[in-house]
């Protein structure tokens, strides 16, 4: 059994797909509805998706704070809470996508419940993922995710990033910075192309052994 080559460590990755939002911010509901959605209905089984989230930290304490106010880092932590209790994106994207579309209503607890239902998710383990530790825990994984789309230099909402590098941004009501389109379909094929790549290098790195 030594003798056997450790493959495993040479498996073809899912190519990270990444999209960088402010919860109550109408580009971000406009990139996940018109691009991301989409997108993931073709490649959710190619790809490790990610939602970050774009504040400010404030030093010496463990807040943040969010360019549409208090509100907006509350949606953001239950948005936050759903994706590490339900790490599906098929669950966690839905969900968030169900409160971008009432994005002036966020953080309402009725368009939460109502957001939860529609896409499976427990209401009661939501709202105690948000009230653990007088609210430390949510606030720590906000703050953590903020920290995350500063180290990568986003400061967009929404900004969409494949295999670490920025793909495309939506601003302003606008598509920006989108060297390869920005359409459904150029997404799909970028990522296509990733992984055929990642794959050939597996099949290559396998072959050698």
Request: proline share 4%; charged share 30%.
């Amino acid at each position: 059994m030594d003798d056997e080559p450790e493959t495993y460590e040479y498996l073809p990755r899912r190519v990270p797909l990444e999209a960088h939002i402010m919860s109550k911010c109408p580009d971000a509901r406009d990139c996940l509805h018109d691009l991301v959605l989409p997108a993931m209905v073709n490649v959710s089984n190619l790809v490790d998706f990610k939602l970050s989230y774009i504040g400010k930290t404030i030093e010496d304490d463990d807040g943040v704070v969010c360019m549409h106010g208090p509100s907006e880092c509350l949606g953001n932590s239950i948005e936050l809470c759903a994706a590490r209790l339900y790490p599906n994106p098929r669950i966690h994207l839905g969900f968030t996508m169900c409160m971008s579309r009432n994005y002036s209503e966020i953080p309402s607890e009725d368009l939460a419940k109502d957001c939860a239902l529609e896409h499976g998710i427990d209401f009661e383990k939501l709202n105690h993922c948000l009230s653990v530790d007088d609210g430390a825990y949510s606030r720590n994984l906000l703050k953590k995710s903020v920290q995350r789309s500063a180290e990568k230099g986003v400061t967009k909402s929404c900004t969409v990033r494949v295999d670490d590098k920025n793909w495309c941004i939506r601003d302003g009501g606008k598509w920006t910075d989108c060297e390869n389109g920005h359409e459904v379909k150029d997404l799909i094929e970028h990522i296509y192309d990733l992984r055929w790549k990642h794959s050939s290098a597996y099949e290559a790195k396998i072959g050698s052994n």
